[in-house]
């Protein structure tokens, strides 16, 4: 353990006595944002990230040691374990370094090297290898005193083909030769991709990639996991090059390296040839194959963790999207011939009404669902009007419009706002949206979620699994449980750093909260439901099954309004309302009255109620709380306005300025909501005035933008955008420059902003690359 805590503290730069502390948290049931907000004085101040990454690299570890362990054992009982091999063992400092070590000893079925060996050709093998520059010796006449046809070697040719197994076996699996080869292949290898015979028509949207090449090592996450869906789509073949640039049937600089590392300096003698004739298959036939399959793994796993973490970053800024507040909300979740379902839910979230609306075609009946929608905003005293973003959505946000106009003297305040309905259809057909609504429609369902995410979109979306909430790229692509994992530890943390109203919250919110689990959250709300309101967090402890492991990690994260104390309305955990008090006692107020009191507290000093079970970050944080209890982290709740007339992407035109949501932001660009129904794409390149290596730097899933349209193509759906205002379209010539990855650059020349300097030039407006777009549309449907 002490030894995984060293590397740990090296990688994250912090102090091993840090990473030690935060284990012993983590393995005694502590949860992550339970250790962020309530033991920093343990853990030094590691803040969710740093945490985030030491839980990850933690797990990582200790399946190495435990693995490590297995291999150990594994060759000592072989007999074959030696201190030199013990040691480099020990000293691994990755699974593949591990395995690499391990290959030699793994068991293995039965190989032709094997075979060979059983044979008894192992001596004529490393005879050869000896006999290097030696011009008296001839392999052929070498091989003849070792002919054994009933073993299956019945001619000399046979035997050196044999001889060479042997040698190839050896080398393939000689660790520190497949450390030189791999650092070599770091620094050389591209992967090639090209379109299957036949596939071209099949697989246009993977025609970027049908004669394509780049730097395996610099592929990005979008691009290789765009070859390896068309890969395993059958349209693509893929294939690594460890020499590009080399003439065709010229040796590989990687057979060098294996003659070096072995010291074999060949001339032309006859064994000398065969010699060569070993290294090149040893390459060609053992390694090769066996680093192409290693790199492209790794290209494949690097870019799922890319992908991950774009869509965890996504996720995260959606679900702390500033919520509109506690006001009553008309939903409408829209449709053409089956109708507009509305649903109208009060200031805290319960569905008070529901209908349907025909104002489209074929009913047309625009005039009487204005009757009947003014009739529910007068009624239940709506402020606000959820439209659901999509079929049908600008026609009835244009419904919605004339609705508030109609009512401008009585609702002066009414406000419409165009609202994602990603994922709103799982919840209406979900087990827990039948038993929270089990006598209502499924279509209803939905328009509920729709105003309820309005209201407040974390309370909302935890009710959906995260995956089908459509703000990643390639999420069915990359590893499930590692993408489930990576996003449910998002969810909780958003959940945490925002705190939930014990008295209102829903199960799947509560279930999200540090220390609480789904049988825990239900027991909790039951009692509720029994009992009636919570008084004070004292009051957890009475709840079946939580007990006071669950209350710490708990507590702290639940909210009471109105309750008992009027400090479990905030973040301060009941373990340090004796120090409130304290501090209370020491200015001659009353508890109530130092919350929120501002000029007073900030003239406390923190370090005069510094105790040794109490650091000064503990009483700073409780300070600040106090001076805003309870406060909300996430921003100002605003909207984007939808560009009258424009509703359907014909209705674009080069040059218009629009405003729009950012739905998803990826490593080469964001997506853009402009009302259409098709979000266009801001590459990474126009994203602003200055270079951009990050997308995520300058916006995040959920912003308002303004946006100016660059480039329409109707056929394909493709709406090319910029956030560089004073940045204009570019007439594309009839031959457009192709680029080294297949696609057309449309603007003929090198790109702007946000490229590596020496990487491969990208196309500015990649909302016209087929592969990305294709890959998202699939994603937005799901």
């Known amino acids: 353990m002490s030894d995984i805590a060293r590397i740990i503290a090296d990688e994250l730069s912090v102090r091993e006595q840090q990473v030690n502390a935060t284990i012993a948290l983590l393995d005694e049931g502590a949860t992550v944002p339970f250790i962020a907000r309530y033991r920093k004085e343990v853990t030094g101040g590691l803040d969710d990230t740093q945490l985030r990454n030491l839980f990850s690299r933690l797990g990582y570890l200790r399946e190495l040691a435990d693995r490590r362990q297995v291999i150990l054992s594994s060759i000592e009982a072989q007999g074959k374990l030696t201190p030199e091999l013990k040691a480099a063992i020990n000293a691994a400092d990755n699974k593949t370094r591990l395995e690499d070590l391990y290959l030699p000893y793994k068991p293995k079925r039965r190989t032709k090297g094997q075979i060979a060996i059983e044979a008894g050709l192992e001596p004529l093998a490393d005879k050869l290898l000896a006999a290097r520059g030696d011009v008296a010796v001839d392999p052929e006449a070498e091989a003849a005193a070792f002919i054994q046809a009933e073993a299956g070697f019945a001619d000399a040719r046979a035997v050196l083909d044999g001889a060479r197994y042997i040698l190839m076996e050896r080398f393939a699996e000689d660790a520190e030769l497949l450390r030189k080869v791999r650092e070599q292949l770091e620094h050389s290898a591209v992967i090639e991709s090209r379109v299957m015979t036949g596939k071209e028509k099949e697989g246009a949207k993977f025609r970027d990639y049908f004669e394509h090449s780049e730097p395996m090592a610099k592929v990005p996450s979008h691009r290789a996991l765009a070859m390896l869906r068309g890969r395993n789509e059958g349209i693509l073949s893929l294939s690594m090059n460890a020499d590009p640039g080399a003439e065709p049937g010229s040796g590989s600089y990687c057979e060098v390296i294996i003659a070096d590392h072995l010291g074999l300096k060949l001339g032309s003698c006859a064994v000398d040839m065969w010699l060569k004739s070993m290294v090149t298959a040893t390459w060609r036939i053992k390694i090769s194959l066996q680093m192409e399959t290693e790199f492209v793994s790794r290209m494949r796993e690097a870019a799922e963790l890319d992908a991950i973490k774009v869509f965890a970053r996504n996720l995260g800024d959606l679900l702390m999207a500033a919520p509109a507040g506690s006001k009553a909300t008309l939903g409408l979740d829209p449709g053409l011939r089956t109708g507009v379902k509305v649903a109208v839910v009060n200031d805290t979230g319960k569905l008070v009404a529901h209908t349907t609306v025909f104002p489209h075609e074929p009913q047309n009946q625009w005039d009487k669902s204005l009757r009947t929608l003014a009739n529910l905003v007068t009624m239940y005293k709506v402020e606000l009007i959820a439209v659901g973003n999509g079929t049908a959505s600008r026609e009835t946000d244009k419904l919605a419009g004339e609705l508030i106009a109609s009512l401008r003297d009585s609702h002066p305040g009414l406000t419409k706002v165009m609202v994602s309905e990603a994922g709103a259809s799982v919840y209406s057909a979900s087990e827990l949206a039948a038993n929270e609504f089990p006598d209502l429609d499924v279509s209803i369902r939905g328009a509920v979620s729709i105003a309820r995410r309005l209201q407040d979109p974390l309370a909302e979306l935890v009710k959906i699994e995260p995956k089908s909430i459509g703000v990643g790229q390639y999420q069915h692509d990359v590893s499930q449980s590692q993408l489930s994992h990576s996003l449910e530890a998002v969810v909780e943390d958003c959940v945490n750093s925002v705190g939930v109203d014990l008295n209102m919250a829903s199960v799947p919110l509560l279930s999200q909260v540090s220390g609480l689990n789904k049988t825990l959250a239900k027991n909790l709300v039951d009692y509720r439901d029994e009992h009636g309101q919570f008084k004070n967090r004292k009051e957890l402890l009475k709840v079946p099954r939580l007990g006071p492991k669950a209350f710490e990690q708990a507590a702290g994260f639940l909210r009471i309004r109105d309750g008992d104390n009027p400090l479990d309305a905030s973040a301060v955990h ?200 294709d890959a998202f549309a699939k994603l937005k449907k799901s």
């Open 574 to 773: 009941p373990e340090t309302y004796a120090l409130v008090q304290r501090i209370a006692a020491a200015k001659s107020l009353a508890i109530d009255s130092l919350i929120g009191n501002t000029e007073l507290i900030r003239g406390i000093n923190p370090k005069d109620f510094v105790t040794e079970e109490f650091g000064l970050p503990t009483i700073t944080d409780i300070l600040r709380e106090l001076d805003k209890p309870g406060r909300d982290p996430r921003g100002e709740f605003k909207t984007a306005q939808f560009k009258d007339g424009v509703h359907e992407i014909r209705d674009l035109k080069p040059e218009m300025i629009l405003e729009g949501v950012v739905t998803n932001v990826t490593n080469f660009g964001a997506f853009v909501d402009i009302g259409v129904h098709q979000d266009g794409l801001v590459h990474i390149s126009s994203l602003a005035d200055k270079f951009v290596s990050d997308p995520h730097t300058v916006v995040k899933a959920g912003d308002v933008v303004k946006v100016k349209v660059m480039e329409v193509d109707v056929e394909r759906k493709r709406i090319g955008l910029t956030m560089r205002l004073d940045e204009k379209p570019e007439v594309k010539s009839a031959k457009p420059q192709q680029h080294k990855g297949g696609q057309p650059n449309p603007r003929g020349g090198q790109p702007k902003g946000g490229q590596r300097q020496g990487s491969k030039p990208q196309p500015a407006n990649a909302a016209m690359g087929n592969a990305f777009a």
